[in-house]
């Protein structure tokens, strides 16, 4: 015993630099184990004990060992990428298009980017903006550059930089700063786990190698808990330290004789641990989403390794093949999820790229205007929504169909700029124009010639709606301001029209009055119907709104006209003289030059007649003049010569009026 002891306190005070030692001599025994295979198959730990090299066989051999090889691999990558953040419930950082933002507007998203989100997350958004950067401040710097040889310049003299490329630059460098300190520091983190865990073998060795009774047990309980505290290790050395660490855990179960009943009940302990772990995995065969099954798996794989100790010598072979075919279970099952959706992707990939061929070969050459333009956005979104509807892709898949599409849409939307840019310019001269027609409505609205400004301002209104769109930010304010000033007037005249006065009201009384009189009166002779038609003129003008009272009062005269024994003609020529005289009181110009078109119209149509008729009879020179043919034809003449000539007695009656 005491020599027991003495070479315990030999061992303790091993100096720190005897310590670095065997950490160093354990990390370069677990990096030549890791060089000399590709896989976990191939394990062959170095310097071990030949118990280890016949587990590595057993393993090698197992029917089930591919299927838990993966999930091994996979739980030493979770294990590294739990380190550096990458299984963290967010996801990275959503993703934005960024070919439409200004350079100002990408260095704003750059900055908020960085001021948000971990360093270790915006790695693909950080990559879009300066994709979209450089894209954009390259062809920014071209331009500048051809102005510059345009006016003479020396390519070699040329130079150009913006403020905002300068501050780009900075927050670039710093991103780069931070990113690659933080991957230096996860680095430094995983190999001072993995010369910690190295540290805790070489003490479970040694621990072993004393076999002290009396502590041992003890000691490794507190192993154990320091190899648990411990965080992950790189993904490349995860498997070969938790190796050699089960392998001296089972040594040092299988020479700890101290307290067998102890031992066994540690051992039983295990035992329905990982029996519980086993029916898990078996009900995880059941679960219908494969992702999370095998999530779930490597998880009680992580447990069975990291947190569960050995079972009785004669059980871990049984106990790990019964683990291993469950494993192989899931396995096979997402094994077969994964090749289905691969399938899935195919059909997904086929339907976006028809997709695409359908945005490629969309024909906008006969797009002419705004209309037509908004039919072909409408029809692009509608194809958009088809591509997106088509289903998800895995990013390595997606990615160049993703870039296809971007071109695709790219190239429709260059088209459409061309055409709003131009639409743009024409919009301006649309504003111009409509601008002018304010200004004449505004000069108009307080007008007093009624006449005039109404026509003018229903002529502005119909040049409005032929002047085409204006720019959207002006449209609204514009058509408020012309708007405005055609209420105005038009309610100015429309009062001015309802607001009849009391003199016109005494008019219209009397006219009705007169009316009503002149129906009960018999007048038999000429003069006494001009005397009619003179009392009523001298009753006054009526309103716009009363004018039909004037019709009623004409077609009074026109009935007492037609009951006189005079000449059709005379009576004609008076119930004209009544009617122009009524548009003469009323100042109706228009009416007036009506009645000249009409007569003069009707002058044409006669004299033509007149030449036909007397055309035709050259073809009769030969016959008599009583001829009944000749005769007729004659008296069409007379008849029409007798209208000419009260044609032209009404049109100069007209034109005496004007005088």
Same mark, same amino acid.
């Given at each position: 015993m005491l020599d027991n002891a003495n070479q315990n306190l030999d061992k303790n005070e091993l100096t720190s630099a005897e310590t670095e030692n065997?950490?160093?001599?354990?990390?370069?025994?677990?990096?030549?184990?890791?060089?000399?295979?590709?896989?976990?198959?191939n394990v062959e730990v170095v310097q071990e004990t030949t118990e280890l090299k016949e587990v590595a066989k057993a393993?090698?051999?197992?029917?089930?060992?591919?299927?838990?090889?993966e999930i091994e691999k996979s739980v030493?990558?979770?294990?590294?990428?739990?380190?550096?953040?990458?299984?963290?419930?967010?996801?990275?950082?959503?993703?934005?298009?960024?070919?439409?933002?200004?350079?100002?507007?990408?260095?704003?998203?750059?900055k908020k980017i960085m001021s948000d989100n971990p360093v270790q997350k915006i790695k693909t958004q950080v990559e879009e903006v300066k994709s979209a950067f450089n894209k954009k401040f390259g062809a920014f710097v071209s331009e500048k550059k051809k102005a510059f040889l345009a006016e003479g310049g020396n390519v070699i003299d040329f130079q150009f930089t913006l403020p905002v490329k300068e501050e780009y630059n900075s927050l670039l460098a710093d991103y780069k700063k931070k990113r690659d300190a933080y991957y230096v520091e996860i680095d430094k983190q995983l190999n001072s786990n993995l010369e910690k865990r190295v540290k805790v073998i070489e003490d479970l060795k040694e621990l072993i190698e004393e076999a002290d009774a009396t502590t041992m047990y003890h000691k490794f309980k507190d192993i154990q808990d320091s190899w648990r505290s411990i965080g992950p290790v790189p993904k490349s050395y995860y498997n070969d330290t938790w190796k050699i660490y089960h392998h001296h855990v089972e040594r040092f179960y299988d020479l700890l004789n101290l307290s067998n009943d102890f031992r066994d009940i540690e051992f039983k302990n295990n035992l329905e641990q990982k029996l519980q772990i086993i029916e898990k995995a078996k009900a995880l065969a059941n679960e219908s989403d494969v992702n999370f099954a095998s999530k779930e798996l490597q998880e009680l794989h992580k447990i069975w390794k990291e947190d569960i100790g050995p079972v009785a010598s004669e059980m871990r072979e049984e106990i790990w093949?019964?683990?291993?075919?469950?494993?192989?279970?899931?396995?096979?099952?997402?094994?077969?999820?994964?090749?289905?959706?691969?399938?899935?992707?195919?059909?997904?990939?086929?339907?976006?790229?028809?997709?695409?061929?359908?945005?490629?070969?969309?024909?906008?050459?006969?797009?002419?205007?705004?209309?037509?333009?908004?039919?072909?956005?409408?029809?692009?979104?509608?194809?958009?929504?088809?591509?997106?509807?088509?289903?998800?892709?895995?990013?390595?898949?997606?990615?160049?169909?993703?870039?296809?599409?971007?071109?695709a849409t790219k190239k429709f939307n260059s088209a459409k700029?061309?055409?709003? #840019? /131009? @639409?743009?310019?024409?919009?301006?001269?649309?504003?111009?124009?409509?601008?002018? %027609?304010? *200004? &004449?409505?505004? +000069?108009?609205?307080?007008?007093?010639?009624?006449?005039?400004a109404t026509n003018t301002l229903k002529k502005i209104q119909a040049d409005w709606k032929e002047i085409g769109h204006v720019p959207r930010k002006f449209s609204d304010d514009i058509w408020k301001r012309f708007k405005a000033a055609c209420n105005y007037y038009f309610d100015r005249l429309h009062q001015q029209k309802n607001n009849?006065? #009391? /003199? @016109?009201?005494?008019?219209?009384?009397?006219?009705?009055?007169?009316?009503?009189? %002149?129906? *009960? &009166?018999?007048? +038999?002779?000429?003069?006494?119907?001009?005397?009619?038609?003179?009392?009523?003129?001298?009753?006054?003008?009526?309103?716009?709104?009363?004018?039909?009272?004037?019709?009623?009062?004409?077609?009074?005269?026109?009935?007492?006209?037609?009951?006189?024994?005079?000449?059709?003609?005379?009576?004609?020529m008076l119930k004209f003289t009544t009617v122009v005289d009524g548009y003469a009181a009323d100042n109706d110009n228009r009416k007036l030059e009506s009645e000249q078109f009409f007569i003069r119209k009707k002058m044409d149509e006669a004299t033509k007649e007149i030449q036909q008729l007397e055309n035709n009879l050259g073809f009769f020179s030969n016959a008599k003049p009583d001829n009944p043919l000749v005769m007729n034809v004659k008296n069409q003449v007379t008849k029409f010569k007798e209208e000419v000539a009260l044609w032209e007695q009404k049109l100069n009656y007209l034109k005496n009026l004007d005088n």
């Open positions: 065997n950490v160093e001599s354990n990390k370069q025994e677990i990096a030549e184990q890791s060089t000399e295979k590709e896989t976990v198959k393993e090698i051999i197992d029917k089930n060992k591919e299927a838990v090889d030493a990558e979770n294990s590294e990428n739990k380190q550096d953040g990458k299984n963290d419930a967010d996801e990275e950082v959503a993703k934005q298009d960024y070919s439409k933002f200004t350079l100002e507007e990408l260095v704003a998203s750059l093949h019964k683990f291993s075919e469950a494993t192989k279970i899931i396995h096979d099952k997402r094994h077969d999820y994964f090749k289905e959706m691969r399938s899935k992707y195919q059909q997904i990939t086929e339907k976006k790229l028809e997709v695409i061929a359908a945005i490629n070969a969309y024909d906008t050459s006969k797009n002419k205007n705004h209309s037509d333009w908004q039919k072909s956005i409408n029809d692009i979104e509608a194809l958009r929504k088809q591509y997106f509807n088509a289903g998800k892709l895995p990013y390595s898949k997606s990615e160049e169909v993703w870039q296809k599409f971007k071109k700029n061309v055409f709003y #840019k /131009e @639409e743009k310019n024409w919009q301006q001269e649309n504003l111009k124009k409509k601008i002018a %027609l304010i *200004e &004449t409505a505004e +000069s108009l609205k307080e007008s007093e010639d009624w006449d005039n009849v006065s #009391k /003199e @016109e009201q005494a008019n219209v009384s009397a006219k009705k009055d007169f009316l009503e009189n %002149l129906k *009960e &009166t018999k007048l +038999s002779t000429k003069e006494a119907v001009l005397s009619a038609i003179e009392d009523w003129r001298a009753l006054g003008a009526l309103p716009r709104n009363m004018r039909h009272l004037e019709g009623k009062f004409n077609k009074q005269i026109d009935a007492m006209l037609e009951s006189l024994s005079l000449d059709k003609d005379e009576i004609s």
